[in-house]
């Protein structure tokens, strides 16, 4: 069965830093595409960053030069590095992929930034 779980969140204060990370089970990792969703309270779940399978990223951007996406194909783990941390990151973050023609969601970990 695709697993995907999440980890790293938490409590930290603004200019902070966090790295979250996703563990991958049930899927071809080095094949797959592995995303990064938020979503704060009231808000429409939102792609923040995105790896492919060749290493390429993308990113949303909000946080474009304080994120940092990366993946360990050994590990079958994407990361997520968060650096400078704004009080409007806050949110539940998700890692995401779809595999054989549906999307495979974590079950999310909290990241709340203080001002």
């Known amino acids: 069965q695709v697993q995907l779980v999440e980890s790293g969140g938490g409590l930290v204060q603004a200019g902070g830093s966090l790295r979250l990370s996703c563990t991958t089970s049930g899927i071809i990792f080095s094949f797959a595409f592995i995303n990064w969703y938020r979503q704060a309270p009231g808000q429409q779940r939102k792609l923040v960053a995105r790896?492919?399978?060749?290493?390429?990223?993308n990113y949303a951007d909000s946080v474009k030069g304080r994120f940092t996406i990366s993946r360990d194909n050994t590990k079958k783990k994407v990361y997520l590095q968060m650096n400078d941390l704004k009080a409007d990151d806050t949110a539940v973050y998700y890692c995401?992929?779809?595999?054989?023609?549906?999307?495979?969601w974590g079950q999310g970990t909290q990241v709340t930034v203080s001002s």
């Open positions: 790896i492919f399978s060749g290493g390429s990223t």
């Open positions: 995401n992929t779809n595999w054989a023609g549906s999307d495979v």
